[in-house]
Each structure stands twice: as structure tokens, then as C-alpha cells.
């Protein structure tokens, strides 16, 4: 049995109402990453100096010595770029994800933070890879963190964002049930929840593309006019999409060491007098949001495909496909997913194991069919999805000519393919299904067959639409 644990489908076609405050057609969220302080440094007892995020391009670690260059460059996003941009910004709604160590180091800006009502995220305990980090000793990092965090801060944090995260990060932020977000995904344009353990964890992705960070990698930014570019198109379509009524989240990635630059800053001063030029914009810290989340579209727990056991997988999906349980069974020895948790989901899932199965397997499946409107049907024997279904397209109300015409057709379409006519009720009438027997019995067999497998996969899509409520 395999599971695959990535969600490629998340929201889907329908992703649920933000109902963001006072009707806002977006909500703008701006952090600030506070680094300084708390990068690879061997000062800091790291083994080499830092190498990512700064002017130094190629830049690598320098193991067992201090960089110079790269330390006076933090240092400029202390001393400088930080105070440009509370300058800046001390007056909109913003979140610091705060390097726990970095914050610790300094004592003006937290003060500066704080009198700005900004929140202050927790940045991890230093400002170092985790990719390799054994488990137990990121577990107990986070804890550190949240501890330094609340020494340096005065209150613990309430949202989390590592970055340079490890695949354990997310699981393990949430096992503390400290924090109302975790922020360590890129994944969607709104906040959704993940489950660990039977935690609730809500996730408020953040971004790579509308960051700063660009312009510390060849592939990114050269000057400010770049940069105020892409985050005035990124917030003009997020505001179209919400002035037609599915609004989102922009989110804006600032670092005090890059935007804190005067070149830079100054196309961030036009963005944000261009956002605040529009109407109906929520400016917000993510724990606004979070909160703002959690009680609009809280968690919806059901019993999700991926999770059952084997017998009650076949016990929800056995049916799906006429009497024909060996294609759950397949099925749930197939690679399930998150994705898979919905009608569309599970029936990739069952369709492929019919599409891939034998002539004569399939044709078992088709055989498995009853004849519409047939002696089975006027027996009461049908299931109960064929019952409900042939129910609705009338065929349990025909007069005696018409059940007499629906007799003839199925023993003459029988008798030249060997298997009985199937279509989808549900998409169809009485007189649109009458219509389809007397012209499908002219297909030769191959034709026919390919029909009717076309036709028994649609009945299985409509079955789990109706299950799951779609």
C-alpha cells in the first residue's frame, strides 16, 4: 500500500469565501525578516561564515573564519535598513518573522517592533539550514526558539516560519500547539489547514515571488523598478479576482538588509502608495489573518479515502463500479493520496484500474449491468444507486408500449454485443435515452464496447458526486 502525503489538488475549482473584513477585496501582508544577528557565523558557534541572501554574489562559506564583508552587510540591515523601513512602514499593519538569536541582539528594534504594533513571528532560532538537522535536535531548536523568543520579545510567539526548513519543520512546529499559523509553505494564494496526529495545524503560505530575495539570486531583480513592477501586476490581478468575488492574499516578502537599500526602498515607498491608493484593501499582520481564518473556515474533518482501512475503502467505493469491488480493492493497493480525497480523486483512482484491466475484466463490469427498465428492475433487484438512478430518468414509470420497446432493444442489443446497454441516466431523458439505444445498436462491437466503458466510467463519476456531496 502506498500513500503519497503531497496535496496537488487543495481548493480546487472552489476554494472556500476569505470574507476578509468590511468586504476587502485583498488582503495585503507584508513581513519583514529580522536576520541579523542570528546568521551562520562562527561567533555564533556555526562552523563557517553565511553565504545566502546577500550583495556577495557566488558568495560560499568560509569555514572556521568570520567573513568580514558578510557580516558588515547584515550589519547594514540592522543599523540602516531596518529604521528606513519602520520609518516606512511603522504606520501599516506588518509581521516580523524574527530570528529568535537576532532578536535577542537587539534590544532597539524590538522596542521599535513593539511601539509599531507589529507582530513578531518566530524566525527560528538561528538563521541556518535545517535540511540535515536530525529530528530531535530541530524538535528541540523550536523549543529554544519560542524560549529566546519570549526573553527577548516579552510574549511567545503565535506564528512560525523556519525557511530554510527541513521536511520535519511543519509537523514538528505543530506538535508545540503554539503557534495559530505556521507559515513554511508556498502553496496557495489563502490559508488552509493540515493535520498531524489528529492536530489541526492552519497554514498561511508566504511567498518567493514577491520577495526581496530576488534580488540577492541571478535569476531575480536588478533595480527597484523590477520589483515595484511585479508586486503592482501580482496585486492588480488579486484585486480583479476579488472584485469578482474570490478574493485572496497577497503576501510581500521584505528583508531590512535588501529593501532597507535606498535604490530599493524607494520602489517599495510607490508600491505601497499605490496599494493604499485603492479602495477596499485589508492590510493585515498574518496573525490577523490566521485569526480572521480560523474563525470563518475552521477545520472540516470527514473520513478521508486515503486514510480508511482496506475493508472500509471497499465497504464506501465497492459499489462505484456494478458489482465490482476488485476494482476498490485495486484501487486501494494503488498509490492514494491527499489529492485523491474527493469524487474527482477517488474515481482516477477506480477509473485507472478499469481502464487498465483486461477485455474480459472489463467486460465482467459491463456484464455486472442491469438492462434498463429489465425483468431485474421490475423485480425490485436492482442496487440501490441503479434504482435511484433509472428512478430519476423515469424509467421506473413506463407505460406498457414503452417498457415493451425498451424489452425489444435490450434483447436485440444483447444478442449482437453481449453485454447490455449502459448509459448514464443521470445526464440524460427518457426520450434522450430511448433516442441513444436505437442509434448505438448500429455501432459495430469495438465501438460499442469503448461506449459503454466510456459510459459505466461517467456513471461511477456521478455515484461520487453524489457521495461526497459535489
Known sequence: MT???????????????ANWPNGAKIAVQIVLNYEEGGENNILHGDPASEAFLSEITGAQPWPGQRHWNMESIYEYGSRAGFWRLHRMLRDVPVTVYG?????????????????????????????????????????????????VHTLAVGEAPRGWYTGRCSNNTVRLAAETGQFDYVADSYADDLPYWMTFAGRHQLIVPYT??????????????????QFESYLKDSFDFLYEEGEGGAPKMLSIGLHCRLIGRPGR???????????????????????QIAQHWIRQNPPVTFNRPSEMDRATFVLEFGGIFEHSSWIAEAAFDGELGLTHDTAQGVHQALSGVFRGASEQQRLSVLTAHPDLAGKLAAAGRLTRESTAEQAGAGLDKLTDQERADFTELNETYTAKFGFPFIIAVKDNTKASIG??????????????FAEACRQVERIAELRLLEKFGS
Open 99 to 147: 530570528v529568535a538569536t537576532a532578536l535577542a541582539r537587539a534590544p532597539e528594534q524590538v522596542a521599535a517592533m513593539k511601539a509599531a504594533d507589529w507582530e513578531i513571528a518566530s524566525h527560528g532560532l538561528k538563521w541556518v539550514e535545517y535540511k540535515d538537522m536530525p529530528e530531535e535536535e530541530e524538535r528541540a531548536q523550536i523549543a529554544e526558539a519560542i524560549r
Open 3 to 17: 500513500r503519497y502525503p503531497r496535496d496537488m489538488t487543495g481548493y480546487g475549482a472552489t476554494p472556500p469565501a
Open 208 to 225: 518567493m515571488d514577491c520577495n526581496d530575495m530576488r534580488f540577492a539570486i541571478q535569476a531575480g531583480f536588478t533595480n527597484g523598478d
Open 265 to 287: 526602498a524607494a520602489a517599495l515607498r510607490r508600491v505601497i502608495e499605490y496599494m493604499k491608493s485603492h479602495e477596499d484593501v485589508w492590510f493585515a499582520t498574518r496573525h
Open 435 to 448: 433516442a441513444a439505444f436505437k442509434r448505438r445498436i448500429g455501432n459495430d462491437r469495438d465501438t460499442e
